[in-house]
T-cell receptor, first 113, second 114 residues
Framework: EDQVTQSPEALRLQEGESSSLNCSYT??????LFWYRQDPGKGPEFLFT???AGEEKEKERLKATLTKKESFLHITAPKPEDSATYLCAAPPAGGTSYGKLTFGQGTILTVHP | DAGVIQSPRHEVTEMGQEVTLRCKPISGHDYLFWYRQTMMRGLELLIYFNNNVPIDDSGMPEDRFSAKMPNASFSTLKIQPSEPRDSAVYFC????????????FGDGTRLSIL
């Protein structure tokens, strides 16, 4: 069964304290790894798609990287406005449809001023 | 640009009542997804459509749940009869066809069944 597992469940940082979130997956023949941000009372908001091991993408203080077994979301010098739940997701192995995604449980990030 | 629009934003109703959730996807998107989010189970895919046709409904919990997409700009998720364990936030998302196209989510309907 395809699984996407995120750690830690929750992370508390001081403003400016860099750290990383982890997303490990057991999907064979990975066809993309997605990162989303979710604020309270809102739907998930797309951040990045990664396709192959070694790929990296950046947006402001966020950088996502991908290996053959896991992905990391690095947060450099975070600010309180980076506080949110971060979700990763992957499509199932095989098939031709890229529509369906399996989501991880998410990491709740809190950045204190 | 208008995003995915869901209504109502909040719904409180009594057990046994019929509940209908509505979604308007982003124009031009070929896929539409219905998810349920709870603290215990996270974000779960219930059903998804491609070009208005249901493709995979394996996540629909039981026969009390049904979803329709009569046209490219509208979908409904219906629960009849509703039960307290159906209380959750229900999200609709849409995406274009193609590799790596991200899903765009609405802001959800918070459903409480008393």
């Amino acid at each position: 069964e395809d699984q996407v597992t995120q750690s830690p469940e929750a992370l508390r940082l001081q403003e400016g304290e860099s750290s990383s979130l982890n997303c490990s997956y057991t999907v064979s023949g990975l066809r993309g790894l997605f990162w989303y941000r979710q604020d309270p009372g809102k739907g998930p908001e797309f951040l990045f798609t990664l396709y192959s091991a070694g790929e990296e993408k950046e947006k402001e203080r966020l950088k996502a990287t991908l290996t053959k077994k896991e992905s990391f979301l690095h947060i450099t010098a975070p600010k309180p406005e980076d506080s949110a739940t971060y979700l990763c997701a992957a499509p199932p192995a095989g098939g031709t449809s890229y529509g369906k995604l399996t989501f991880g449980q998410g990491t709740i990030l809190t950045v204190h001023p | 640009d208008a995003g995915v629009i869901q209504s109502p934003r909040h719904e409180v109703t009594e057990m046994g009542q019929e509940v209908t959730l509505r979604c308007k996807p982003i124009s031009g998107h070929d896929y539409l997804f219905w998810y349920r989010q709870t603290m215990m189970r996270g974000l779960e895919l219930l059903i998804y459509f491609n070009n208005n046709v249901p493709i995979d409904d394996s996540g629909m919990p039981e026969d009390r749940f049904s979803a329709k997409m009569p046209n490219a700009s509208f979908s409904t998720l219906k629960i009849q009869p509703s039960e307290p364990r159906d209380s959750a936030v229900y999200f609709c998302a849409s995406s274009p066809q193609g590799r790596g196209q991200p899903q765009h989510f609405g802001d959800g309907t918070r459903l409480s069944i008393l």
